[in-house]
């Protein structure tokens, strides 16, 4: 089992910044790999970005590609998502999850390759 608890969400305006925590808890955490997606109302789950359980290999959505940044840190088994130069577009409720089983390759973007999910923390952008 693994808990993951999201923070760091809110209101910004077009080209600010905003810094995504996701806490983990449960299970040695360097072995398990990271994603986050995003879900605006109307749209299906969009995959945001991954990370292995070492933090060396990262990977983006379209979306995502030169403005945000995975990034984590096991010895406080927290993931990160820096966000910059939002756009109203952005708008979503962001969820962090994480795959617990066998690791065959270092990209995972589907909501089916996750086994556990937080409860999503909103990002809202204002033009």
């Known amino acids: 089992q693994v808990q993951l608890v999201e923070s760091g969400g809110g209101l910004v305006q077009a080209g600010g910044s905003l810094r995504l925590a996701c806490a983990a808890s449960g299970r040695t955490f360097s072995s398990v790999h990271m994603g986050w997606f995003r879900q605006a109302p109307g749209k299906e789950r969009e995959f945001v970005a991954g990370?292995?359980?070492?933090?060396?290999?990262?990977d983006y959505g379209d979306s995502a590609k030169g403005r945000f940044t995975i990034s984590r840190d096991n010895a406080k088994n927290t993931v990160y998502l820096q966000m910059n130069s939002l756009k109203p577009e952005d708008t979503a409720l962001y969820y962090c999850?994480?795959?617990?089983?066998?690791?065959?390759?270092?990209?995972?973007?589907?909501?089916?390759?996750?086994?556990?999910w937080g409860q999503g923390t909103q990002v809202t952008v204002s033009s």
């Open positions: 999850a994480a795959r617990t089983r066998y690791l065959s390759r270092s990209y995972y973007r589907t909501q089916t390759d996750y086994d556990y």
């Open positions: 990370i292995i359980g070492s933090g060396t290999i990262t």
